[in-house]
């Protein structure tokens, strides 16, 4: 059966953790721009939901990765805002 996005979403949230990717979490959160970074909590994002879902077919791992890319988005996106203090009172 092929993983839906909705579900991939889900998945990548439930290992979106500090268990799981912390320390890339804090990496990124200091240097929201570096690419490297940020590919590298994608990648460890695919490794830990893959290994969740028990299935490393094509295309689940695409799905994945599509859903890991914006989830990463999101938290770059999240962690430039709190430090320019859009995301609240400082």
Wanted: hydrophobic content about 40%.
């Amino acid at each position: 059966m092929v993983m839906m996005l909705n579900q991939a979403q889900e998945l990548i949230e439930s290992v979106f953790s500090f268990d799981n990717v912390g320390d890339s979490m804090m990496a990124l959160r200091k240097s929201p721009d570096n690419k490297e970074l940020q590919q590298k909590l994608i990648k460890e994002l695919i490794e830990c939901a893959v290994k969740e879902a028990g299935d490393s077919s094509a295309d689940t791992m695409a799905i994945i990765k599509q859903a890991a890319e914006a989830r990463v988005q999101q938290y770059v996106a999240g962690s430039k805002s709190s430090q320019s203090g859009c995301g609240g009172l400082k």
